[in-house]
């Protein structure tokens, strides 16, 4: 039962948000094919770079799926939040690693499509999470767990991860 709820969460949110609503605003642009319209060498630069920055999204995605199963005892999805506050690996390094990993995929896609629609709907999921996590996750995360998410929050950056990691006995 805990492992489809766990499936349930990756497919309805980072899911939808990284695979299927792109993949809807690609084909309905018309915009399907990799790339840009420079010629080589110089072509092959923005596949490689949109390529790197999905890699790098799925890297923080799967890290932080793999976290919330272990340590918090729960799913990436609020309607079945972790029990637990974690501040463990790759927490170490950013408050929403999810997010982080969310916001690379959907550069990466963009910048692999060369897609102007994707890079609205890039723009929207910044704009959206820029709203929604200061103003209803974070109050929620300092109701469930105090004074413990208030020094992490202090420490710690939203978004954009630290270059080393935060040591909870600072």
Request: charge should be positive; hydrophobic fraction near 55%.
């Amino acid at each position: 039962m805990k492992l489809f709820r766990h499936i349930l969460a990756i497919l309805l949110l980072p899911g939808m948000v990284t695979v299927v609503i792109p993949a809807l605003i690609l084909f309905t642009s018309g915009v399907i094919n990799i790339g840009w319209s420079w010629s080589p060498p110089l072509s092959f630069i923005p596949p490689i770079i949109g390529l790197i920055f999905i890699g790098l999204g799925l890297f923080f995605m799967v890290q932080t799926i793999a976290l919330f199963v272990t340590v918090g005892k729960g799913t990436l999805a609020p309607w079945d939040a972790t029990e637990h506050l974690v501040v463990q690996g790759i927490y170490r390094y950013v408050r929403n690693p999810m997010i982080t990993g969310v916001f690379c995929i959907l550069l990466g896609e963009t910048i692999l499509f060369g897609s102007l629609p994707l890079l609205y709907w890039f723009a929207f999921a910044v704009l959206l999470n820029l709203i929604y996590i200061p103003l209803l996750e974070e109050p929620g995360l300092e109701q469930r767990f105090g004074a413990s998410y208030q020094r992490y929050k202090q420490h710690v950056p939203r978004w954009i991860p630290r270059l080393h990691a935060w040591d909870a006995t600072e």
